[in-house]
């Protein structure tokens, strides 16, 4: 008898442990807040900025349509612990009339994942890039390095559609005590389609969404029937998503 007792208190006392380290571990995240975001329509304007933040942009020779940059921190119990900056950038071919679109997230170096903030590693952070107007796109990719090792990011597409939109997905921290991602960089290439008649685009969505539990693409849909495509991600434990738009 008192053996079984043991075994049930040990059985309780167990229970509570995991109840309290998935407290500790996933509900001290809470959902981004947007702190900051500019829109640019001057070359030089968005070029500054990013000067003034430490970021590097790649010279190009294309015309600039327009840019958008957003602050991200995310909040936890004890207050704001990093940043994620987000940067979309429009340009314009005129030779070979395509337009280029660039989306960057940049994890802020000084970002604190100290004590038992460890669940990074173990989730997917997602990346999309959805535009309206019917374009086509001709080329995409996307790179990526972590800060310290310096090795490259892995990123793998999970919705391919050349008429709407691209979403990437990837880890943001390379383990569960590894480096933190220091820049994720996508570039789609559109090219209008004939067809449809199109000469101009009509919006382009950068989608970022975040998790510190376990995720995965089937929690993801994407609603083609919007001007510009919008990704619905259903909402998880320590999860959460934002969206920055550059409209014509």
């Not at 309290?20 to 509900?27: D, Q, R, S, T």
């Not at 280029?100 to 989730?123: C, F, H, L, P, V």
């Not at 990526?144 to 990011?153: E, I, L, M, V």
């Amino acid at each position: 008898m008192k053996k079984t007792k043991a075994l049930v208190l040990t059985f309780v006392f167990l229970a509570v442990v995991v109840v309290v380290l998935n407290v500790l571990l996933f509900a001290a995240h809470k959902p981004g807040k947007t702190s900051e975001t500019k829109y640019f329509y001057s070359e030089a304007d968005y070029n500054v900025y990013l000067t003034e933040h430490g970021f590097e942009n790649e010279k190009t020779d294309k015309k600039f349509v327009s840019a958008a940059v957003r602050k991200v921190g995310e909040q936890t119990r004890e207050g704001t612990r990093y940043f994620l900056y987000l940067d979309l950038r429009v340009t314009f071919d005129t030779a070979a009339s395509v337009y280029q679109i660039e989306a960057n997230a940049r994890w802020d170096k000084k970002s604190s994942y100290a004590g038992i903030q460890t669940a990074e590693g173990t989730a997917l952070d997602f990346l999309a890039i959805t535009w309206g107007g019917g374009f086509c796109a001709t080329d995409k990719d996307m790179y990526g390095k972590y800060y310290g090792s310096g090795n490259a990011a892995e990123f793998s597409r999970c919705e391919s559609n050349s008429y709407g939109a691209f979403v990437w997905q990837f880890h943001e921290r390379n383990g569960l005590y590894g480096d933190i991602l220091e820049y994720g960089t996508a570039r789609v290439t559109l090219a209008p389609v004939e067809a449809n008649g199109a000469t101009e685009l009509t919006g382009v969505n950068l989608t970022y969404i975040h998790t510190a539990h376990k995720a995965d693409y089937g929690m993801m849909s994407l609603d083609y029937a919007q001007r510009v495509p919008h990704v619905n991600y259903r909402t998880i434990r320590s999860s959460w998503q934002t969206v920055l738009s550059v409209d014509f």
